[in-house]
């Protein structure tokens, strides 16, 4: 058997695993144990729905319902990382939790790409640069949100100078690729 | 085993092995066709024109989208750093190269006229302007045809079928989706494979029964006429003129004169061949098509007259009447399943009213083969109208199967028996007045069925 076809057999079982341990991060286990017996109970639900829930969906996008049952269980892999996000918002874990979940949820985001690891994807190993930019890029926003500043004269100074980062990066990505129309 | 169901409504189709990425890209190719209530994959619809965006995308987007709000809904800057993923990764994969706005596609399929069971081949190819990272297919196979293998190159797309069924098919539908070079917007390119003929499977057959009467054309079966054959029929006294060499030396010492050996003309026999195209059913336990195995036998008893150098034609009725006069050479095999390919559309506009036989379609003292499952009794009105041309006729019963009936159901299983009855009284009916009446197993050689039709040679009606 070639690395390629293993690689991609253990992969779902990979998948499951990251997926699952996101969602549990997400809800910040070490509050849950401390609170009342109902919220370990409902960490082991999630941790259970988040088992099923995400495999890559790796199918052509073809219009098969409009119904919502339907399309949430096609885009089930998208609506577990958006639900984890909000669990984590609403939990709020420790820093060392939040970076957790962020490394986790960029792992299961580039895991459950189709375009990089589907069927029909190239049989090439997937350059490491998008992710090792993402995760710079994260982790530079959770310093930034970390950063003791937001009750002194610099907060301003800090916000001024992470719009004006935010713009002119987005402005060089658009020009540098952009992908419209041949002129 | 779980696996969506063939085209032929036959069965399932076996899930693809996880381990073989051909096969899984096959079953993916084919994801989210639906099947429609004749077991044919129903093409979606026609894909909208222009560039819209990718699931990859919408899915990086919505959890963007959900940070973003859960960020300012909560008040928690950190949960920024996770909205910044989705972001990030979507900044990333923004196209390096422009998108294509003009995509042609060519279309090559090889070969449009095959029997069934062989390997059809699709290629298309692909030119656009611009960059394109992937095409991604996604296949509607027409009916009667199975997607074995799927091959995907930069701007080509290779399809391996196999044609299951004979008739005049397109071989599916390809929408093409070109993906920019990042991933994340797509414009999807209908392309039609066109048409391709796929003949029966000719039944294993190499016995040809003739009638008595023969028309007068040279052929390959000995008639009960005097003639120039090889087979000796007899002797008659030496007139003069004929050839010393066929002096009968034992006859002529016998009898005191010169007697000479008589031999039979070699005849070549009319044969036609009917199909019934009233309806098509399908055996409850093994799921065969009646019209399947008709124009298989057919096709068999065909080849088998064509390669004995006899006449053979074909009449098809139900629907349309399609006919074809008898005639001879090879070639003719082809020429006759063509005329009648197209019979399975006349399954949808079978009408009820009495059928005409084109008095030219059934020539004089032509052997008739009448193929049918027995099941229209409308076939009976065109036995008789056979029968009253005096032409002599064999009914090439094709089994239909009994219709499943539920244990315990008694009604039901008196139904069975009057169905089962009223069948037996058809059969009867059929021989008491002189035709001819085999049954032909499905899988097994004609021969079986036309060897007794060999002791004698078979009379025809009287007008």
Same mark, same amino acid.
């Given at each position: 058997m070639s690395p390629t076809v293993r690689g991609r057999r253990a992969a779902p079982l990979a998948t499951r695993c990251v997926g699952t341990a996101l969602v549990v991060a997400a809800c910040d286990p070490?509050?849950?144990?401390?609170?009342?017996?109902?919220?370990?109970?409902?960490?082991?639900?999630?941790?259970?729905?988040?088992?099923?829930?995400?495999? !890559?969906? /790796?199918?052509?996008?073809?219009?098969?319902?409009?119904?919502?049952?339907?399309?949430?269980?096609?885009?089930?892999?998208?609506? !577990?990382?958006?639900?984890?996000i909000a669990i984590a918002a609403v939990t709020d874990p420790p820093v060392w939790l939040?970076?957790?979940?962020?490394?986790?949820?960029?792992?299961?985001?580039?895991?459950? /790409?189709?375009?990089?690891?589907?069927?029909?994807?190239?049989?090439?190993?997937?350059?490491?640069?998008?992710?090792?930019?993402?995760?710079a890029a994260s982790a530079l926003v959770l310093l930034a949100a970390e950063a003791p500043l937001s009750h002194t004269p610099w907060a301003r100074l800090a916000a001024a100078l992470a719009v004006a980062a935010t713009v002119t990066s987005l402005v060089l990505v658009l020009r540098r690729r952009g992908g419209g129309a041949p002129r | 085993m779980t696996g969506r169901p063939s085209p032929d409504g036959s069965g399932t189709r076996p899930a693809p092995d996880p381990a073989d990425p051909r096969a899984r890209a096959v079953e993916r190719a084919l994801g989210g066709r639906q099947v429609g209530r004749d077991g044919v994959y129903q093409a979606p619809p026609e894909p909208t024109h222009g560039w819209r965006v990718s699931e990859r995308a919408?899915?990086?987007?919505? +959890?963007?989208?959900?940070?973003?709000?859960?960020?300012?809904? %909560?008040?928690?800057?950190?949960?920024?750093?996770?909205?910044?993923?989705?972001?990030?990764?979507?900044?990333? %994969?923004?196209?390096?190269?422009?998108?294509?706005?003009?995509?042609? $596609? $060519?279309?090559? +399929?090889?070969?449009?006229?095959?029997?069934?069971?062989?390997?059809?081949?699709?290629?298309?190819?692909?030119?656009?302007?611009? %960059? &394109?990272?992937?095409?991604?297919?996604?296949?509607?196979?027409?009916?009667?045809?199975?997607v074995d293998a799927l091959a995907v190159g930069r701007a080509r797309i290779e399809l391996r079928l196999t044609a299951e069924r004979w008739g005049?098919?397109?071989?599916?539908?390809?929408?093409?989706?070109?993906?920019? @070079?990042?991933?994340?917007?797509?414009? $999807? &390119?209908?392309?039609?494979?066109?048409?391709?003929?796929?003949?029966?499977?000719?039944?294993?057959? =190499?016995?040809?029964? *003739?009638?008595?009467?023969?028309?007068?054309?040279?052929?390959?079966?000995? %008639?009960?006429?005097?003639?120039?054959?090889?087979?000796? *029929?007899? +002797?008659?006294?030496?007139?003069?003129?004929?050839?010393?060499?066929?002096?009968?030396?034992?006859?002529? $010492?016998?009898?005191?004169?010169?007697?000479?050996?008589?031999?039979?003309?070699?005849?070549?026999?009319? @044969?036609?061949?009917m199909l019934d195209v009233f309806g098509d059913i399908r055996d409850p336990v093994t799921g065969l098509s009646s019209l399947d195995e008709t124009f298989r036998a057919a096709a068999g008893l065909a080849r088998a007259y064509l390669s004995t150098h006899d006449r053979i034609g074909v009449v098809s009725i139900g629907g349309a009447t399609r006919w074809l006069q008898p005639g001879s050479g090879d070639a003719y095999f082809y020429r006759i399943v063509q005329s009648v390919l197209e019979v399975r559309k006349d399954l949808a506009r079978r009408g009820t009213g009495r059928?005409?036989?084109?008095?030219?379609?059934?020539?004089? =003292?032509?052997?008739?083969?009448?193929?049918?499952?027995?099941?229209?009794?409308?076939?009976l009105d065109v036995l008789h109208q056979v029968r009253a041309g005096a032409n002599p006729m064999v009914v090439v019963e094709i089994p239909s199967g009994d219709p499943e009936v539920e244990p315990g159901d008694v009604t039901a299983e008196m139904a069975l028996r009057l169905w089962r009855a009223n069948r037996d009284a058809i059969r009867f009916a059929l021989a008491e007045r002189g035709i001819a009446v085999i049954a032909h197993q499905p899988g097994q050689t004609l021969d079986l069925a036309l060897a007794p039709l060999l002791r004698t040679r078979i009379h025809g009606g009287s007008r």
């Open positions: 070490p509050a849950a144990l401390r609170g009342s017996s109902l919220q370990p109970a409902l960490v082991v639900i999630a941790a259970l729905l988040a088992w099923w829930a995400s495999p !890559m969906i /790796d199918e052509r996008p073809a219009q098969t319902s409009m119904r919502w049952p339907a399309l949430a269980a096609r885009r089930r892999g998208t609506v !577990m990382a958006a639900a984890s939040a970076a957790c979940v962020a490394v986790l949820l960029l792992a299961y985001l580039l895991l459950t /790409d189709a375009w990089t690891t589907g069927v029909t994807a190239p049989a090439r190993r997937p350059a490491p640069g998008p992710a090792l930019v993402t995760a | 919408l899915g990086w987007s919505t +959890v963007a989208a959900v940070g973003l709000a859960a960020a300012l809904l %909560s008040g928690h800057a950190w949960v920024l750093a996770l909205a910044a993923i989705p972001l990030t990764l979507l900044a990333v %994969s923004l196209p390096l190269g422009a998108r294509p706005q003009h995509v042609e $596609t $060519t279309v090559e +399929v090889a070969p449009r006229r095959c029997f069934e069971g062989e390997t059809v081949t699709a290629r298309i190819t692909v030119a656009h302007d611009g %960059s &394109v990272g992937r095409l991604d297919p996604g296949i509607t196979p027409g009916p009667g045809m199975r005049r098919w397109t071989p599916g539908t390809v929408d093409i989706d070109l993906y920019d @070079t990042g991933g994340l917007a797509r414009r $999807t &390119v209908r392309v039609d494979l066109g048409e391709v003929e796929v003949f029966p499977l000719p039944t294993a057959a =190499g016995l040809t029964p *003739i009638p008595v009467r023969l028309p007068t054309r040279l052929g390959e079966h000995a %008639s009960p006429q005097r003639g120039e054959g090889i087979e000796v *029929i007899g +002797v008659h006294p030496y007139v003069r003129g004929e050839r010393q060499r066929r002096i009968n030396w034992p006859a002529t $010492t016998r009898r005191g004169s010169l007697q000479l050996h008589q031999f039979a003309a070699e005849r070549a026999a009319d @044969t036609v061949v059928v005409r036989l084109p008095p030219r379609a059934l020539p004089e =003292g032509a052997l008739i083969y009448v193929v049918t499952p027995l099941a229209d009794q409308r076939i």
